[in-house]
C-alpha cells in the first residue's frame, strides 16, 4: 500500500476519538413474501413479485417492441434490473394481457464522438463506465452507489450520486429512442426536440410515457480523483455540511446515530503532482491505490451495528466465518478506514447489493440543519431501530421535471433496514420507513422514486411545479394509461387531490 499524499483542498476537520459499546435488540416480523411462489419473477432481493414469468417479453428490435406495444390490450411495465421499488415496475399478475417488457437485447455501444456516446437502453452504469473508460473518458456526474442498474432504469427512476456541480444521471442525457404507448417510435431531444415531447419530462418518468430503446449521454475526458476519509462529531457536521459541499466535488456522509459519530469522504480531483497519482497512473489501474495508514475511529460503532443485524437478520457477523453475510461487509468496511485515489467508480461506485427495505428523502438544501435534527430527535427516541447510519447525499439543480432537484439544490437522506434471508425483518421495519419519511415531508422531502415511499405522505402536486404539465404530456400521449400500473395510479392519474398535510 502506498502512502497517500495529495494536495485537494478538504476543509479543516477535528477527528473524534472511538466511542464506548452499548446494543440494542429488537423482535422480527415477517415481510410479506412470494419467493417460493413458482413461475413468478421477483425483485433483485427474491422477495416480492413483479410480474409472472409468462408474462414477460423479449423484443429483439425496435419493431417489434413497437407491434408489442401497439397491440397491447392491458398494462405495460418495464424491467431492467429489477432493483426499483418493485411497486412501480409490477404489472398485475392475475391478467393475461398484461406483459411485462425485458430489453435484455438492448444493450451496449452503439456509436460514439468526441462528446457523446449512445448505449443501448438496458446496458448497466458498470458497462458504461468500463466501455468509456476504454476510450479514456468517463461519465459527467458522480456515479450512484450501484453498478449493476441499467442506464435507462437509473435515469429513469432518478438516481443520482452526490455533489453540488452536478445533480444526476438525467442530466447528462442529450436526447432518447423511445417507443410511445401508441407505437410510435420517436426521438425526444437533441436536434430532434420537439415541443409536444420535452425531454426533460422523459429522462425521469418512471417508464409512464413510453419505453426508451437507446440513451445518448454527455462524456468527459476521465479523471483521477483523491478521497480523504473522515470521522467527526455530530456538531462539526451539522456546521459544516453545506461548506463542505461548497468547496468539495464529491461529499458523502455517514451519520452512525447509535454513537452520534460523522464520517465523511472528501473527493475531489486529485493532485497530478502527487507521488500516489502517479503510482495509481503506472499501476494497473483496475483498483484504487489505498494509504497505508488508518483510521479506527469507528470501529467500536461498526461493533455495535453488526451486533444488532447479526440477531436481527439472523446471520453471524463473525469476522472468522467463512461466508460472512453481506449486509456486514457494507457495515465492516467502515472500519480502519484508508484513504484512497483512483477513477470516481473505485471510489463511490461501490454498493453490495443486500436484501432491504431502502428509503431515501429529498430535502432542499436550506432545510438539511433543521431537517437533521429533527431526526437526531427521533433517534434519541428509538435506539436500535435502523441497520445502518443515514447517509446523506447532496446535488445541485436537476433539468428532470419529476427530479427532486428541479427547483435547486437538496440532501437526499436515506436510511435502511435489510432483511433476513428466510424474508423476516425487524417487526418495527416498516414503521420506521414511515416515521421517518413523515419527519421529513415536513420539510419539503420529496422521495427517490426508485426506493421504498408512501405516497399519501407527499403533497406531490404541490411540491412539484411542473407536475400538472407532466400529467398532461402522459394522458396525451398514454391515454388508455398502458404504463400507469395500479400503484402509480395512485400517485398520478386521478389521485384524489387531498392534501397530503392531513397526513402528517
Same mark, same amino acid.
Given at each position: 500500500?502506498q502512502?497517500?499524499v495529495?494536495?485537494?483542498p478538504i476543509?479543516?476537520?477535528?477527528?473524534?476519538?472511538?466511542?464506548?459499546?452499548?446494543?440494542a435488540?429488537?423482535s422480527?416480523g415477517?415481510?410479506?413474501t412470494?419467493?417460493n411462489?413458482?413461475?413468478v419473477?421477483?425483485?433483485?432481493?427474491?422477495?416480492?413479485?413483479?410480474a409472472r414469468?409468462?408474462q414477460?417479453?423479449?423484443?429483439?428490435?425496435?419493431?417489434?417492441?413497437?407491434?408489442?406495444?401497439?397491440?397491447?390490450?392491458?398494462?405495460?411495465?418495464?424491467?431492467?434490473?429489477?432493483?426499483?421499488?418493485?411497486?412501480?415496475?409490477t404489472?398485475p399478475?392475475?391478467?393475461?394481457?398484461?406483459?411485462?417488457v425485458?430489453?435484455? $437485447?438492448?444493450?451496449g455501444?452503439?456509436?460514439m464522438?468526441?462528446?457523446t456516446?449512445? %448505449?443501448?437502453?438496458?446496458?448497466?452504469?458498470?458497462d458504461?463506465?468500463?466501455i468509456?473508460g476504454? $476510450?479514456?473518458?468517463m461519465?459527467?456526474c458522480?456515479?450512484?452507489?450501484?453498478?449493476?442498474?441499467?442506464?435507462?432504469?437509473s435515469?429513469?427512476?432518478g438516481t443520482?450520486?452526490?455533489?453540488?456541480?452536478?445533480?444526476a444521471?438525467?442530466?447528462?442525457?442529450v436526447?432518447?429512442?423511445?417507443?410511445?404507448?401508441?407505437?410510435?417510435?420517436?426521438v425526444i431531444g437533441?436536434?430532434?426536440?420537439?415541443?409536444?415531447?420535452p425531454?426533460?419530462?422523459?429522462?425521469t418518468?418512471?417508464?409512464?410515457l413510453?419505453?426508451?430503446?437507446?440513451?445518448?449521454?454527455?462524456?468527459?475526458p476521465?479523471r483521477?480523483?483523491a478521497?480523504?476519509?473522515?470521522?467527526?462529531?455530530?456538531?462539526?457536521?451539522i456546521?459544516?455540511y453545506?461548506k463542505w459541499?461548497?468547496?468539495v466535488?464529491?461529499?458523502?456522509?455517514?451519520? %452512525?446515530?447509535?454513537?452520534?459519530?460523522?464520517?465523511v469522504?472528501?473527493?475531489d480531483?486529485a493532485?497530478?503532482?502527487?507521488?500516489?497519482?502517479?503510482?495509481?497512473?503506472?499501476?494497473?489501474?483496475?483498483?484504487?491505490?489505498?494509504?497505508a495508514?488508518?483510521?479506527?475511529?469507528?470501529?467500536?460503532?461498526?461493533?455495535?451495528?453488526?451486533t444488532?443485524?447479526?440477531?436481527?437478520?439472523?446471520?453471524?457477523d463473525?469476522p472468522?466465518?467463512t461466508s460472512?453475510?453481506?449486509?456486514f461487509?457494507t457495515?465492516?468496511r467502515?472500519?480502519?478506514a484508508?484513504?484512497?485515489i483512483?477513477?470516481?467508480?473505485?471510489?463511490?461506485?461501490?454498493?453490495?447489493p443486500?436484501?432491504?427495505?431502502?428509503?431515501?428523502?429529498?430535502?432542499?438544501?436550506?432545510?438539511?440543519?433543521?431537517?437533521t435534527?429533527?431526526?437526531?430527535?427521533?433517534?434519541?427516541?428509538?435506539?436500535?431501530?435502523?441497520?445502518?447510519?443515514?447517509?446523506?447525499r447532496?446535488?445541485?439543480?436537476?433539468?428532470?421535471?419529476?427530479?427532486?432537484?428541479f427547483?435547486?439544490?437538496?440532501?437526499?437522506?436515506g436510511?435502511?433496514?435489510?432483511?433476513?434471508?428466510?424474508?423476516?425483518?425487524r417487526?418495527?421495519?416498516?414503521e420506521?420507513m414511515r416515521?421517518?419519511?413523515k419527519?421529513?415531508?415536513?420539510?419539503?422531502?420529496l422521495?427517490?422514486?426508485g426506493?421504498h415511499?408512501?405516497?399519501e405522505?407527499?403533497?406531490?402536486?404541490?411540491?412539484?411545479?411542473?407536475?400538472t404539465?407532466f400529467e398532461?404530456?402522459?394522458?396525451?400521449?398514454?391515454p388508455?394509461?398502458? %404504463?400507469?400500473?395500479?400503484?402509480?395510479?395512485t400517485?398520478?392519474?386521478?389521485r384524489?387531490s387531498?392534501?397530503?398535510?392531513a397526513?402528517?
Open positions: 500500500m502512502t497517500i495529495d494536495s485537494s476543509p479543516p476537520i477535528r477527528e473524534v476519538p472511538r466511542r464506548p459499546l452499548t446494543t435488540r429488537k422480527v415477517l415481510v410479506a412470494a419467493r411462489v413458482p413461475n419473477l421477483h425483485n433483485w432481493s427474491g422477495i416480492n413479485p413483479i414469468t409468462s414477460i417479453r423479449y423484443p429483439k428490435t425496435e419493431q417489434q417492441l413497437s407491434n408489442l406495444i401497439r397491440r397491447s390490450k392491458g398494462k405495460i411495465g418495464i424491467v431492467g434490473s429489477a432493483l426499483s421499488f418493485e411497486k412501480i415496475a404489472v399478475l392475475s391478467d393475461d394481457t398484461s406483459v411485462l425485458n430489453l435484455k $437485447h438492448f444493450t455501444l452503439r456509436r464522438t468526441e462528446s456516446a449512445v %448505449f443501448g437502453a438496458q446496458t448497466t452504469v458498470d458504461v463506465i468500463r468509456l476504454e $476510450h479514456d473518458r461519465m459527467p458522480s456515479p450512484g452507489v450501484i453498478g449493476i442498474q441499467t442506464l435507462a432504469g435515469m429513469a427512476t443520482h450520486g452526490q455533489g453540488l456541480f452536478q445533480s444521471y438525467s442530466d447528462i442525457v436526447c432518447l429512442r423511445v417507443v410511445l404507448p401508441h407505437g410510435e417510435i420517436a437533441g436536434e430532434h426536440s420537439r415541443s409536444d415531447l425531454l426533460q419530462a422523459f429522462v418518468s418512471l417508464g409512464m413510453g419505453v426508451i430503446t437507446e440513451v445518448e449521454i454527455r462524456t468527459e476521465r483521477v480523483f478521497c480523504k476519509k473522515v470521522t467527526c462529531d455530530f456538531d462539526d457536521f456546521e459544516d453545506t459541499n461548497q468547496q466535488e464529491y461529499v458523502k456522509v455517514w451519520w %452512525f446515530p447509535e454513537t452520534d459519530q460523522v464520517h469522504w472528501f473527493t480531483p493532485c497530478p503532482k502527487s507521488v500516489a497519482y502517479s503510482d495509481f497512473l503506472s499501476s494497473s489501474r483496475d483498483h484504487p491505490i489505498e494509504s495508514v488508518c483510521s479506527a475511529a469507528l470501529n467500536d460503532t461498526v461493533s455495535i451495528y453488526c444488532a443485524m447479526s440477531h436481527d437478520t439472523k446471520s453471524s463473525s472468522s466465518s460472512v453475510a453481506p449486509q461487509k457495515v465492516r467502515f472500519a480502519d484508508r484513504d484512497l483512483g477513477y470516481s467508480e473505485q471510489i463511490l461506485c461501490k454498493g453490495i443486500v436484501p432491504q427495505i431502502n428509503c431515501e428523502i429529498a430535502v432542499p438544501m436550506e432545510n438539511f440543519t433543521s431537517a435534527l429533527a431526526l437526531r430527535e427521533w433517534s434519541m427516541r428509538n435506539k436500535g431501530r435502523l441497520h445502518y447510519p443515514f447517509i446523506y447532496a446535488t445541485g439543480r436537476s433539468e428532470a421535471w419529476l427530479s427532486p432537484a427547483q435547486g439544490p437538496v440532501v437526499y437522506i436510511l435502511l433496514v435489510y432483511i433476513a434471508s428466510d424474508g423476516t425483518v417487526d418495527d421495519g416498516f420506521t416515521e421517518v419519511q419527519i421529513l415531508a415536513q420539510f419539503g422531502g422521495p427517490h422514486w426506493k415511499f408512501v405516497p405522505l407527499y403533497d406531490f402536486e404541490r411540491r412539484y411545479t411542473m407536475w404539465r398532461q404530456i402522459r394522458q396525451k400521449t398514454d388508455e394509461n398502458k %404504463f400507469l400500473n395500479p400503484f402509480l395510479g400517485v398520478f392519474g386521478r384524489r387531498t392534501s397530503a398535510s397526513h402528517l
